[in-house]
C-alpha cells in the first residue's frame, strides 16, 4: 500500500515530519517499507500551451509547435506525438533541463530549430499508462515549474499491510490510525446525505430495472447499492491523476480512474456496468455449474457454485468483489452507467481469485474484510466528486454482520500488557479508533467499528491499547531463571549438527513442506502423506514424506545458474503415514575439493558422503554405528547404504538412482543422506573418562581372502566381540580384487593395534592374540589367510 504525504493530509492534519510519520507506523504495526518522493529528479520542466502546431516541411512524422511558457515567452519545439494540438497544457523541457537520464539542449531536427522538448509521463519518469506527451489539465498555469505544480517532491510511504488490517489498505484509515497515536486531527470525510432509505432483498430502479439479492445469497451481499448515472467524467485533474500514479496505478479512462481514487482514498471498491448492454436486471446469487465470466483480463473463467457473482438475464457479468466482465464493460462509447457499490463478506471471496489466478485491488480488501457501513456514502461521494447526474438509484438489503459486545477489563489489561494504563486514557484511545464504550462496574463494554473485524474478543482490544501506547513504550524485564546444565534437546542438537555441517562447507536451506504428488511418488511409492484441501499450486498438493525432493530441486535450480560445486542440508519435519518425524537431510554435487593448483579435480563419490556423515555421527562419541545394505527407491541399488544403531534405522545414504538422476536432468549423480534426528536425539550415555597408557601400541596387519557374499562390515563385528582389553583398534586399510585372490573372493587387509595398560607388550603376547581372534573369525565365517 503507497500512501502519498500530499493525499493523507488530506484526512489528517499534522505537523510531524515523514520519518516521524513512519516510525511511528511502523511501531504501529503498519511496517514503512519505504519512502521515497513521488517522482525521480528532474528539472528545467514547465508548464506550457501549445498556441500553434504546424507540419514539419521534411518530415511526415514530425510536427513544430510554438509553445508559450510565460508572460511573454515562447519557444519553438519539434514534436513527434500524435496526441499533439493546438490549445493544450503541456510539459515543456526548456534547454538545460535535466531529466532521467539525459539533458535537453537546443537542437536541429531534419533542417528546423527545437528550443526544448515537449515530455511525456515516461520521459519524466512518471509512468501512469497514458501515450504521447503527458497533458494537464486547461487551468494550468503557465510558466509555473511542473515539479512544483504538481507536487513532485512530495514523499510517498510504502507500507507492508498485515491480513488482518484491511482497515489500513486505503488512506482514510492510515489517517485514523495516525490521529490515534497522536500525529494529528483526524479530519473524517463530509459525505452526501443519503437519498433514499434502504429496501428489501428485491427493489427496482425508476425505470422499472429490477434489482435482487437470491435469498441463499443475502449472509453473502449485506448490502448493494446501484447508481443510473449519466454524464459521465471526461477526464481526470492533474491532481487525482497524480493521486492515482503514486499508488502505482495506471489510467484507463476517466471513469474507472475515479473508481480507482475513491477505492484507495475510503478502502471502499466500486464498479460500473454500461447500463445499456444489461439485458434484464441485476440479480445477486451463487454462480450455476458450466456458468463463464468473460473477465475484464481478457480471460474466461469458469465459474464455481461457492463463487458469488453478479448476473443479468444473460448471465453473470461480474465476480462479486473481484472482477467484472467484457460484455458489460465502460468504454468510449458508454452513455449511462449502472454504478456498484456493495458489501460482500469476506467469507464470500477469500481464495475465490486465487483458484481462479487472479489478484486484483478489489479482492484483497474485500478478503480482508471492507467497512459494511460505506458502500452508499462512497458511491454517493464518487458520484458529486465528478458531477455525473443520478436517473435513480437503489440500496438492497441483505443480512448485515453483527457488532460484537466485548467486555474490557480493567485488571485484563495490565496483566497481558504488564503495566498499567491510566484509566482515562482507555477510552480515549479506544474511542480515536471508532469504538463506542460504556462503563459497565469498573470496566468497559466495547463495540468496535464496523471497519475493524479484527478486533472480535477482549485480547484483541488489550493488543490495540499496547500498539496505540507504542510497542517501544512496553516495558522490558530480565527474565529470572535457575542456570543449570542444559539438556540435550533437540534446539542444541540442531545447532550442534548445524556447526558441524558448515564447518564442511554445506550451505543450510529452507524449503516447502509441500511437494507435487507425482514428485512423491517417486521417492516415496505407497506412502501416505495428508494432502492439502487449498494448495498454493499443484506443485505443492501434499506434505513431504523426504527432504530429499526439496534439496533436489534447489540443487536443480543452482546448478542451471552455473554453479558447479553444491552442498545443501535441511532440517526439517517430514510426513508419512499419519506421523511426522524430524529429518536432517544433505545433498553433495560435484568437485571434491574448490578448484586449485594443489590437487587435481575429481568429483565426490560415496567415501566422500559416507566420511561427512561420520563426523555428524561422531557427536554420539559412545554410540556404535554400523553401515549395511540398503534398497531404497530414491537410492542407487549398488551405491547406498543404510544407518544402523542398536539394529535400528537412524539414516541412509547412498547415490541418487538412475531413474531419480534422469528426471532432474543432472549431468553427474548428486549424493544424497538423510538422518532420523528424533531417533538420534534419545539420551546420550554419561563418557567415562580412560586413562590414555604410557606405553608403546603394537601393530599388526592380516590379508584374508573373504567370499564374495561377506560384508566387510560384518567381519568388523565378529572381530569386535570378540576382543580383549588388549585390541585397541581393527580397521580397514586395503581391499583388493584380481588374481591374486580365490575366483569369488576379495582380498581384505585388516590393521590390529593392541595396548597394554600396565606393561609393554611381548611378541608372545601379540601373536596369541592375534591367534585367538583369527580362529574366532574363522569359527564364524569362512575366511582363510592369504598366502
Known sequence: MRVPLEWLQEFLETDWSVARLADTLSMSGLEVEAVEPAAPDFSGVVVGEVRRVWGHPAADKLRVAEVVIGADAT???VCGAANLRVGQKVAAALAGARLPGMEISNAELRGVASQGMLCSAKELGMEDGSAGILELDADSPVGTDLRAYLKLDDPVLTLGITPNRGDALSILGVARDLAAR??????????PQAPWSPAGADASLGNGFPLRIAADAQEACGTYSALLLTHLPERLPDLWRERLRRTEQKCISPLVDYLNVWMF???QPMHAFDADTLQGGIEV?????????????G???????DMLVIADQQGPVALAGIIGGRRTAVSAQTQR??????YFSAAAVQGRARRLGLHTEAAQRYERGVDFRLALPAALALQASCAMRREAGVTLSGSLPDLPQILLRRQRIARILGYELAADTIPARLQALGCHLQEQDGDWRVSPPSHRYDLRIEADLIEELGRLSGYENLPSRRPQAVLRPLATTMARLRQDLLKALIARDYHEIITYSFVAEELQALFSPGVLTPRLQNPISADLAVMRASLWPGLLQTLRFNANRQQERLRFFEFGRVFADQKQQMQLAGVLWGPRLRESWVDAPRDSDFYDLKGDVEALLSLWPEREFRFARVEDPALHPGQSAQILWQDRCVGRLGALHPRLLEHFGLGSAPWLFSLDVELLLTPKSVPLFRPLSPFPLVQRDLALAVPEALEAGRILEILAAAGSQLVQEIRIFDRYRGDKVPTGHYGLGLRLLFQAQTSTLLEAQVQEEVERLLQFLQAQVPVALRV
Do not use: K, T
Not at 500525529?183 to 459525505?191: E, Q, S, Y
Open 182 to 191: 497522536g500525529a494529528g486531527r483526524f479530519l473524517p470525510p463530509v459525505f
Open 75 to 77: 519557444r519553438q519545439i
Open 265 to 267: 482514498a475510503l478502502g
Open 285 to 297: 446469487r451463487w454462480a450455476r455449474a458450466g456458468e463463464v465470466l468473460d473477465a475484464l483480463d
Open 337 to 342: 452507467v449502472l454504478l456498484e457499490a456493495a
Open 299 to 305: 480471460r474466461d473463467l469458469p465459474l464455481a457454485p
